[in-house]
């Protein structure tokens, strides 16, 4: 069992950043990799960036490339989203999860183990 524990969401004026950390804590040692995902109202859920714990692969999702940047800390068991550049449109609820075997970064389904999800708001 991994737990996985989200924090730093908020609210933010268009152009500005947050930083959202994830940390995990179990049988953290089988996590193959971390991946950042979003839902915001009435939509499905879109993958949003994904970082490999064993190494410093990264993938992002079209939307937030050049803006948010993926990182993890393994002595702590915790990943980071740094969002920057902030737009409306990146209102959502953000959800962390981790993968515990070899599968595509950016399929929502093969994740194995969730967080509870923080709040993210841009607006002026």
């Known amino acids: 069992q991994v737990q996985l524990v989200e924090s730093g969401g908020g609210l933010v004026q268009p152009g500005g950043s947050l930083r959202l950390s994830c940390a995990a804590s179990?049988?953290?040692?089988?996590?193959?990799?971390m991946g950042w995902f979003r839902q915001a109202p009435g939509k499905e859920r879109e993958f949003v960036a994904a970082?490999?714990?064993?190494?410093?692969?990264?993938y992002f999702a079209d939307s937030v490339k050049g803006r948010f940047t993926i990182s993890r800390d393994n002595a702590k068991n915790t990943g980071y989203l740094q969002m920057n550049s902030l737009k409306p449109e990146d209102t959502a609820v953000y959800y962390c999860?981790?993968?515990?075997?070899?599968?595509?970064?950016?399929?929502?389904?093969?994740?194995?183990?969730w967080g509870q999800g923080t709040q993210v708001t841009v607006s002026s």
């Open positions: 999860a981790v993968l515990t075997h070899i599968a595509p970064l950016m399929k929502g389904d093969e994740y194995d183990y």
């Open positions: 179990g049988r953290t040692f089988s996590t193959y990799g």
């Open positions: 970082i490999w714990w064993s190494g410093s692969f990264t």
